[in-house]
């Protein structure tokens, strides 16, 4: 519905602003790619992309996310594109699952990446941008957690079980759905022997902290992932950013391969509005070489639900801030009546010409029930003296003006207005 789409589209222009304002650049894919792009990139959840052939009887599926699509598109236009690469996409993706609270089949995704580089600031610069606009759309309250699948990769080498690090790590991002008593069955399943198990179960439940993994974790792997996060987390601190360690995030999807982050709203239980992290073996050049990238997606429906949560407000009913009623319907009248319109369009404002065929009464009943804020009446006699009744509907006042006055009552307002809810 109106209200609702509209909503949505203040929070995504808000967004793009962000995006804009940090140097991201748009891009578009298609709805579907080529299954075999998609293929044995999201480990387990690959069973929830929507597969399908067509009338060609080449095997397609509908995108997953906006990542896999990004390395394609990346691999068919390098040579084009100046790189270190910063992109931003806004479109939807598509989950064949069962659809529940802030989870649905079909949703926005809002994603950022910064390909062709890997320096820590491209990794500081992606969270950076993220916590600007969820603090730009009213959500100032979202608790970023980072972690390093190298370090989960440590844990699984100290562990003995270093090849089998990736299962490790789809297990343990289940532990917000499942638990952890959830997770210890699904380890035992996989046929993890139960010291591996009461391992895993201590590092989750008791999330030691960087330098208490220091103590246990004496590889290289281990001191390069700790030594890079503390300086990507020093930057988030320096700029207030509200972030700590987590030893527990791993994020299932199988293309990560160092920073990794979620983004979850305080106070409201509605999973991960944000996330995301670096990943350089996903996008490949010619001759073989990968391409270091890192980005991060915001989720538009889970944010929007947030929101819903924190500034509860009467929704906006449409774009239109103006309604030219007409009191007549003579071919004079209307013509000065779009005259009028457009007038007060070229000010920057949103302009509603009647089309219907209802009385002056009805169309300001119209006008109150869309959610216009003011209403100008045109009739003959406004054609004739050059003056208009303008109504101001919330306030129930009206004046009157001359047409030379137009610019003075109605001061220009600025030709793009997201607004506010």
Do not use: H
């Not at 519905?1 to 995006?19: A, S, Y």
């Not at 940090?22 to 709805?31: L, N, Q, S, V, Y």
């Not at 690090?165 to 343990?172: C, G, Q």
């Not at 073996?281 to 990238?293: M, Q, R, S, T, V």
């Amino acid at each position: 519905m109106p209200p609702e789409q509209i909503e949505r589209e203040i929070v995504i222009d808000k967004i793009k602003n962000v995006f804009r304002r940090w140097g991201f650049d748009p891009i578009e894919t298609p709805t579907f790619e080529f299954y075999s792009t998609l293929a044995g990139k999201y480990g387990e959840e690959e069973k929830l992309i929507y597969r399908f052939q067509d009338y060609g009887e080449r095997d397609l599926g509908l995108r997953y996310d906006l990542t896999v699509p990004l390395a394609r598109f990346f691999s068919d236009y390098q040579n084009e594109i100046v790189k270190p690469f910063k992109r931003y996409q806004i479109q939807t993706v598509f989950r064949a699952e069962k659809p529940q609270k802030g989870r649905y089949r079909e949703f926005y995704q809002c994603d950022i990446d910064i390909v062709g580089s890997k320096s820590l600031l491209a990794d500081a610069t992606i969270i950076l941008t993220i916590d600007s606009a969820l603090k730009e759309v009213g959500l100032v309250n979202a608790k970023f957690k980072v972690n390093d699948r190298r370090i989960l990769k440590s844990l699984a080498k100290s562990w003995g079980i270093e090849n089998r690090e990736i299962e490790i790590a789809r297990t343990i991002d289940k532990l917000e759905k499942i638990g952890t008593s959830g997770v210890r069955e699904q380890l035992v399943k996989m046929n993890f022997d139960e010291g591996i198990v009461n391992a895993v179960i201590d590092i989750i439940s008791n999330k030691p902290n960087l330098v208490q993994l220091g103590e246990i974790l004496k590889d290289d792997v281990f001191k390069y992932a700790r030594d890079e996060l503390l300086i990507i987390l020093e930057y988030l601190e320096k700029f207030g950013v509200n972030v700590e360690f987590d030893v527990s995030l791993a994020r299932g999807l199988d293309y990560y391969t160092g920073m990794i982050f979620e983004v979850k709203p305080m106070g409201v239980e509605i999973g991960s509005i944000a996330g995301g992290g670096r990943y350089d073996n996903l996008i490949e050049a010619p001759k073989g070489c990968k391409i270091p990238a890192v980005g991060g997606s915001i989720g538009i429906d889970r944010l929007l639900i947030a929101l819903k949560e924190f500034t509860p407000t009467n929704r906006r009913k449409t774009w239109a801030n103006i309604i030219i009623a007409l009191a007549d319907y003579d071919k004079e009248t209307t013509i000065y009546g779009l005259e009028i319109a457009r007038k007060l369009q070229e000010l920057g404002y949103n302009v509603d010409v009647y089309s219907g065929d209802k009385n002056l009464k009805e169309q300001l009943k119209y006008a109150n029930n869309k959610g216009v804020e003011i209403a100008v009446v045109i009739g003959k006699s406004e054609l004739e003296s050059r003056k208009l009744t303008v109504k101001f509907l919330e306030q129930r006042y009206q004046i009157e003006i001359v047409e030379s006055e137009i610019e003075a009552i109605f001061k220009p307002k600025e030709k793009r207005d997201v607004g506010n809810f």
